[in-house]
């Protein structure tokens, strides 16, 4: 079975400040990767998915980019932060033929 | 874009009640999916729905999928204080997007 790997656990950034989040996959190869946000209490929202190196789909506008510089690895992307961006980044991981996503253990931001 | 909606949003129940979480989707789904959070963690899988009328059953819980009806429940039989957490459903889009319920928060109660 795959594992994912998410860094760091946790992160305290001021308003303005960069963002880079990342997380590797072990066990596959040629996933599709995504990032979610969770606000505190709420559901999932997906941020982006990959379906391979360099290809990149955004599902929400927003002040976040994504990059998938190699096969295994997503990353996740700011210039400046706001404080809206302050949640639970979880990045998951699923690959055919099988129908399961598999969660990694998440980033908990918070922007002050 | 597919919507999803949980009800209810919070459910509260007694040790040894049976209950059932609702999901509807407004639009085809590709799967269904079912997984559990529990406080401050990540997201766990439960079940995997591929098609109508597809029943699974893990312990305690079981879920089901009515692709005509756009529904699927998750039924609790005879909770225990362990079930106690929230409860998310998906449903995948196009193949690749996947979109969440709001959580239904569940708290057993001894």
């Known amino acids: 079975s795959q594992t994912i790997h998410q860094w760091p656990a946790t992160l305290v950034q001021p308003v303005g400040s960069p963002l880079s989040l990342e997380c590797t996959v072990e066990?596959?190869?040629?996933?599709?990767l995504y990032w979610y946000r969770q606000a505190a209490g709420r559901g999932l929202q997906l941020l982006f998915y990959?379906?391979?190196?360099?290809?990149i789909s955004s599902e929400v506008p927003q002040n976040l980019s994504a990059s998938r510089p190699q096969d295994r690895q997503f990353i996740l992307s700011s210039k400046k932060l706001l404080l809206s961006d302050s949640g639970f980044y979880l990045c998951a991981s699923r690959t055919a033929p099988s129908h399961e996503q598999y969660f990694g253990p998440g980033t908990r931001l918070t922007v002050t | 874009e597919l919507k999803v909606e949980q009800n209810p949003l919070f459910l509260s129940m007694q040790e040894g009640k049976n209950y059932t979480i609702y999901c509807n989707y407004s639009t085809t789904s590709d799967r269904l999916y079912w997984y559990r959070q529990d406080p401050g963690k990540s997201l766990e899988s439960l079940f995997v729905l591929l098609s109508n009328g597809a029943v699974k059953q893990e312990g305690r819980l079981m879920a089901s999928l009515d692709t005509k009806a756009r529904l699927s429940t998750l039924h609790i039989t005879a909770a225990v204080h362990d079930l106690s957490a929230t409860y998310f459903c998906?449903?995948?889009?196009?193949?690749?997007?996947?979109?969440f319920g709001s959580g239904t928060k569940l708290n057993v109660k001894p």
């Open positions: 066990g596959t190869s040629n996933p599709n």
């Open positions: 998906a449903g995948l889009y196009n193949f690749n997007k996947f979109y």
């Open positions: 990959s379906v391979g190196i360099g290809q």
